[in-house]
């Protein structure tokens, strides 16, 4: 349930409050494509899964998902969940003149370093997430003040992420096979060779992998090479070179995914600039 909300092309805040974890869709992992998302936990237990890393999600958590990275709530414990979501287009960044934060926030390697706990940071980001929601909550219009409120919690969370967070831990099953993929994701992976090279049982392995990230194998790999698709279009401008380097066999193969996936072609994607964060408030399923 969504308490209060506000947005602009550029970014999306939301206030929200969940009975029991109800209206989470638990287990379904997602990325955003060309969306920097923070989420802030002020009350519940969860954990969070980010590619092959679990975190036990506690109050007073800020998650960082970069596009790139696959993740999702894995497993809730039956309590309430309140948090503040924050969605900032990519865009964004260039728009304000902040591109060296935006730097600073890819510097990590993927799915390290995503969580920062505000007991923990040098800075006062607790205060700066309560003043952004304080705003939200005085029924604030002005978008220039709460972009800059959301500038300097950027700067913050880029100065602090990593700061003393040791509470994820790994399935090594899971983790070795998601290695496996990302080294060959732009080779034609099949769950017999994944088997085969980890030596696990493959219908154990598919077991376990639905069970842990709430998807498949082969949707996990699909996923994957929608976003290096996406990645390498935006560094070579060619839909077919794109699709191709990225693991599809065919052009076709590719549009219908992503179409499938996200409604709407990859052209489309292209135009961010001048698309309205609402048409792709329908990716946000938190």
Known sequence: MIIRDIENMYVHCEHKYDKDF??????????????LEIIYVIKGNHDYMIESNIYPAEKGDIFIFRP?????????????????NIYIKTDFFKHRGCEKIYEMLYEREPSSDNVVNVECASY???????????????????????ESVIIELLYMLAK??????????????????????????????????????LHINKQYMCRLFRRETGITIND??????????????SENGSLLRSALESGFGSYSAFYKEFKKRYGYVMHRYTLSVSANVSRTSSLLSI
Do not use: P, W
């Open 22 to 35: 109800s209206d989470l869709n638990v287990g379904d992992l997602h990325s955003h494509l060309d969306i």
């Open 68 to 84: 790139d990275e696959l993740h999702g709530t894995c497993r809730t414990y039956g309590e309430d969940y309140e948090r503040l």
């Open 124 to 146: 006062d980001i607790k205060g700066q997430l309560e003043r952004l929601d304080g705003y939200m909550c005085d029924g604030c219009t002005e978008m220039a003040v709460i």
């Open 160 to 197: 602090s992420t990593g700061a003393s967070y040791h509470r994820e831990y790994k399935n090594t099953f899971v983790s070795d096979i998601i290695s496996f993929i990302h080294n060959n994701l732009q080779k034609d992976v099949h769950l017999d060779t994944i088997s085969e090279r």
């Open 220 to 233: 996990y790999i699909l996923r994957k090479r929608l976003q290096l698709a996406a990645q390498l279009y």
